[in-house]
């Protein structure tokens, strides 16, 4: 079946300018997650939305950087007026819901490589 | 909140040696404990996870971790490396609570010369 999609999986932007990231969990995958990776950082956790539950925004680095999750599906990941520190490879991974009594892996997407210029 | 340690940045053996990638975690309650793997040019991809029961796990392609609670350990390990095992592994841990984030360490590049 499909995977975890994400778009564009390169875009290059100049300082200063804002972008979108998109994100298209595997369908029925009611968590999904916003990672980023840069060299020598690993995975650095950003943003997780969990059903209709309030999103757990606590890595998400500045006030530059939101997110949103329409609908349960769909998820954007916005940077405003990139620096190029935000240079890394932004990854989305979903799953079925997570809870006390029941886990499941995350299937993660291949991934948007942002380089700001 | 949890975190994750992994001791090697950079590993590299040659074909046929054993492997061991260490794991610390650092949470006081209990966890979910999970190894994925990236291959280059791939996505991450989950290798093994510990959710309760033995402690010593066997995931894909003949990679074991064994759980020592004790040490608040998750160490990967392989008898035998070959050298498609060349890929970036990631331990993480996750809280075992009704909302709880996955925390990822910050890999090892595994380099494997054949």
């Known amino acids: 079946g499909a995977g975890v999609s994400q778009s564009p999986s390169n875009k290059v932007t100049e300082k200063g300018k804002d972008v979108e990231l998109r994100c298209d969990p595997i369908?029925?995958?009611?968590?999904l997650y916003w990672y980023r990776q840069s060299l020598g950082q690993g995975l650095e956790f950003l943003i997780y939305?969990?059903?209709?539950?309030?999103?757990?925004k606590s890595g998400l680095p500045s006030d530059r950087f939101s997110a949103e999750r329409t609908g349960g599906s769909v998820s954007t990941l916005t940077i405003q007026r990139t620096q190029q520190e935000d240079s890394a490879v932004y990854l989305c991974?979903?799953?079925?819901?997570?809870?006390?009594?029941?886990?499941?892996?995350?299937?993660f997407g291949n991934g948007t490589r942002l380089t700001v210029t | 909140a949890q975190s994750v340690s992994q001791h090697n940045h950079h590993v590299i053996l040659s074909e046929a040696a054993s492997l061991e990638l260490g794991c610390n975690y650092s949470?006081?309650?209990?966890?979910?404990l999970f190894w994925y793997v990236q291959y280059p040019g791939q996505h991450l991809q989950l290798l093994l996870k510990?959710?309760?029961?033995?402690?010593l796990v066997k995931g894909i392609k003949g990679f074991e971790a064994e759980f020592i609670k004790s040490k608040f350990s998750f160490n990967l390990r392989k008898p035998s490396v070959q050298w498609s095992d060349t890929a970036e592994y990631f331990c993480?841990?996750?809280?075992?609570?009704?909302?709880?984030?996955?925390?990822f360490g910050k890999g090892t590049m595994l380099l494997v010369s054949p």
């Open positions: 991974a979903s799953s079925r819901p997570q809870g006390i009594s029941y886990n499941s892996p995350l299937h």
């Open positions: 369908s029925g995958h009611t968590a």
């Open positions: 939305f969990q059903g209709n539950s309030a999103p757990d």
């Open positions: 949470y006081g309650g209990t966890v979910n």
């Open positions: 510990y959710f309760s029961g033995d402690p």
């Open positions: 993480a841990v996750r809280a075992n609570s009704g909302y709880s984030t996955l925390t």
